[in-house]
């Protein structure tokens, strides 16, 4: 599995651009810049297919429509941040970012035992709700793109609307008692794994 880290945005998302095929990818989160993703793909000469969200905040489908109108690849989005797809509000746009919000007008939503296939490869869905209401990991053979429910030493925030801490932790304890080192690809920061987080990460270490 050969996977380009791209930093896209106004708050540089880490968006994932996954080969699933010779000639084919799919990305995970796509925070911005598409014209630039665009190029990338073109020079890599990849056809994008899917576009796989971890969450519906606005750093983290900045790019998304603009891309699919010009590539049609399918979006995807767990059911319970679908809303935010189609508001500043929910998305968090209307308060933060600086730059005018696109609505994404076609997409798939999704549930948390989902299995999404492309090429070579299959995504499985887990639901991780914490960081808001639909944030998901995609674990696809030994990696792990945990959006913003997991960083490196650290979690995604929890005070934001639709965000809950409780979540978090049932979500924190559902990873920590995976079994197996992943490698953890975050919505933001350096690459990590989840063993390493299992042991010390503060927020998982003394889960039980």
């Known amino acids: 599995m050969k996977i380009h880290t791209l930093n896209l945005g106004e708050l540089r998302v880490n968006s994932y651009v996954v080969e699933t095929a010779p000639g084919r990818c799919v990305i995970i989160d796509l925070g911005g810049d598409p014209d630039y993703l665009m190029r990338f793909l073109e020079s890599h000469k990849l056809k994008l297919r899917k576009i796989l969200l971890t969450h519906g905040h606005f750093d983290h489908i900045g790019g998304v429509e603009a891309v699919r109108k010009i590539t049609g ?21 209307a308060g933060i970012s ?10 798939t939503a999704i ?27 995609y674990v696809c053979g030994n990696v792990m793109f945990t959006g913003d429910t997991l960083f490196r030493d650290s979690i995604g925030r929890t005070d934001f609307p639709g965000s809950n801490p409780i979540d978090m932790r049932n979500s924190l304890c559902t990873l920590k008692m995976i079994n197996g080192d992943f490698k953890v690809l975050p919505g933001h920061g350096p690459a990590s794994s989840l063993r ?4 010390n990460n503060p927020y998982m270490r003394n889960l039980k």
């Open 73 to 93: 690849a399918e979006v995807y989005i767990h059911e319970d941040d679908a809303k935010m797809l189609t508001s500043a509000e929910y998305s968090l746009a």
């Open 98 to 107: 600086y730059h005018p919000f696109t609505a994404v007008t076609d997409f």
């Open 111 to 137: 549930t948390g035992d989902s299995l999404l296939n492309d090429g070579d490869l299959s995504f499985q869905v887990l639901h991780t709700p914490g960081h808001s209401e639909g944030s998901v990991c």
């Open 196 to 199: 390493y987080e299992q042991n």
